[in-house]
């Protein structure tokens, strides 16, 4: 595999400065050492501009090729989860109930190697920016950085985005283009009844009930009002009452969950008929329903030319590219790609606990690749030598 010889030769010194991320996760826009480690870095690396406070805690660097050209933005995740690990490694994390659970610790460490060697080598013609960003874990880092002008501030062109993988080979890549990520959804609902002794349930109007048929009724969105070739998901993750006795039936049941959908169509008709359901099964219950739905992160969609130009970056390092599922969990880069042409792409973890688990962990034997990606995708993109 032709991973760049510099990148291999100091894989071992980026892998450290991954583990090192690891130790001190950093949640959502709280990333502050987190901010500092990156932008000490590339200063050191002798990037002609660093500016950190971008999106409140994102970091973006500037590395300038030989002459004039275009500029490409590469974007790397720096927030960890909430999550108590449980891998036992030395470089566990050491701050309770915080870990980096989904890999942007690798995403970091693995943008900032491609910008060390971008900054030795600078053989292309253009600019590169290096963007850090923030609270990509349901906090729309991406959305802040894009409202503080990222991308005309920095006169990007286009912008490329990069994760990890578990099951995916490690080194290996994969990527499509059109919709890859899904709309993330959430709603709350509160079912209000009138409780009372569980021994007269004619006495009550029970929103255990209630909410129940609520949740049996929600499937039928997938089922039977959106078309079957398409993707909708419909999830309630929580149900929960103040009650804790055996024989009482509660005044209220609060209920939550969230809706994934890979098309604006699809999302809006779910979020309609889940209105609809919601308010009908509440009123042939007798109960009241009080809904809060929240939109989320939008479709994460690949630009066509941009995934090509991604995909030949990853065949140089790799020597192919394969194709990659629909992916029904939510990615901000979606922000980035509805402002610049651009794709996203998947880099193998090898045979490793899925994301967000507590003992998954980055492969650090991902890393030559895919810092080599990242300057293979300059030099094809702004010419290399």
Known sequence: MPVKNRIAERAGEIAEWRRDLHRHPELLFDTHRTAGFVADKLRAFGCDEVTEGVGR????????????????????????????????LPHASGTPGVMHACGHDGHTAMLLGAAGHLCETRGFDGTVVVVFQPAEEGGGGGRAMCE?????R????????????????????A??????????DQFELEVVGQG?????????????????????????????????TLQVVVSVTSIESASKAFNVIPPRVAMRGTVR???????AQAETRLRAIVEGVGRAMGAEVRLTYMHGY?????????????ARAAEAVAGSCDEAPLIMGGEDFAYMLEERPGAYILVGNGDTAPVHHPEYDFN?????????FWVALVEDRLGGA
């Not at 490409?72 to 909430?82: C, E, F, K, N, S």
């Not at 503080?148 to 005309?152: R, V, Y």
């Not at 959908?261 to 999302?267: E, H, I, K, N, S």
């Not at 939008?298 to 991604?310: G, K, S």
Request: charged letters at 20%; glycine letters at 12%.
């Open 148 to 152: 503080d002008g990222l991308m005309s």
């Open 298 to 310: 939008p479709v994460m969609t690949n630009h066509e030319t941009e995934t090509r130009h991604a």
């Open 364 to 372: 650090d034997a991902a890393i030559p690749a895919g810092a080599s």
């Open 196 to 228: 009372g002794h569980a021994a007269k349930p004619h006495e009550t109007v029970d929103p255990v009930v209630a909410a129940a048929q609520i949740v049996s009724a929600l499937q039928s969105i997938a089922s039977r009002n959106v078309d079957p």
């Open 175 to 184: 990527i499509r283009p059109g919709p890859f990520f899904a709309a993330t």
């Open 57 to 88: 805690t994102g970091v973006v660097g500037v590395i300038r090729g030989r002459g004039p050209g275009r500029a490409i933005g590469l974007r790397a995740d720096m927030d960890a989860l909430p999550i108590e690990e449980a891998t036992g």
């Open 154 to 173: 920095w006169a990007i062109d286009e912008v490329y985005g990069m994760h990890n993988w578990p099951g995916i080979p490690e080194g290996r890549f």
């Open 261 to 267: 959908t890979l098309d604006a169509g699809v999302r």
